[in-house]
């Protein structure tokens, strides 16, 4: 039975992966921690606790009071918020996993951290990017994505740290809202479309990046901690795919359910850059052939779930509301 910790747990994947891991390992044995209250209902059902990454005593302290032996590593600053503080994504992002990955060491704790397709670069093959390949990111966020798979794998070759993790795609969720990345247009787009018909997105509408339903990510996320090690060859971290598209095709299948759903789009140059420097698609071979990965959901079960569970939220309590 492990005991396990999630820094960042009121974020988007946060607020799905803390009552999966709840689900599987019991309430009391998965400790929810932020520097932020998670919103929104069910995050009472177990312990919470305020843990500031950059400071190593509060993960520390944490770590020892609730015996924790798995460290869920979410803490980050996403792509379009890091551009524009890049001193702090610093701080963040790679201050945070070297103060995480020193008590994981103290304390022998397993880790894991979710890399992203940002950790790719213009010099990365753009279409079915490898496992292993060139990895010359342009962005702060990218920057420190590569560090931090490279941090993890350093402390699994020098300090036998079991640590594990996977570059995400684009997270598309119905939960809590995204965090400032560049694929959020692919979660407003759906609200928009329920609420107005109408979204005006941020990106081109050909520009192509590698899209995942949360509920696979959050699946891969537990099944690689869950993997045989005598399997893994790769650890820091596995390409995870499940669909690629541009706006232009997420907008057609959403049409086969909203018929009058129209979009435009007024390109963000600073978003756009970051889109354009990451590939159209990922090849996750390595994680299918070492611990079974295979994703169930694509663009169009995708697209009639995220419309179907958003249509459930907004519906009334009560038919007189
Ligand atoms: N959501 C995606 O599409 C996606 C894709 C690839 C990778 N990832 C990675 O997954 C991780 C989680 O992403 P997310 O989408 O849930 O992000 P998010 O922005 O929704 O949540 C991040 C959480 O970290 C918290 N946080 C910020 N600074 C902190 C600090 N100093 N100490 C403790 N907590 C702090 C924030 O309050 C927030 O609740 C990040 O590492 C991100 O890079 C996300």
Redesign the pocket.
Known sequence: MRRILV????????SELVPALRERFGADSVVA????FPPGPGSEEGPFEH????HIREIDAVVRRHDVDTIYH?????SAVAEEKPRVAWE?NMG?LYRVLEVARAKGCAVFL?????AFGPSTPAVSAPQDTLQRPTTIYGVT?VSSELLCDYYHTRFGLDTRGLR????ISYV?P????T?DWAVEIFHQALRYRHYTCFLRADSCLEMMYMPDAIRGMIEVMEADPGRLEHRNAFNVAAMSFAPERLAEEIRRHVPDFRIDYQVDPSRQAIADSWPDSIDDSAARQEWGWKPEWDIASMTRDMLERLRERQRPAFPSD
Do not use: F, N, W, Y
């Open positions: 820094t960042g747990a009121a974020g988007q994947i946060g921690s932020d520097v932020r843990v500031d990454c950059t979410l803490a980050a600053l996403l963040v945070g979710p890399s992203s397709i940002g994505k995400l795609p684009g997270l809590a995204p965090g400032g990345g694929t």
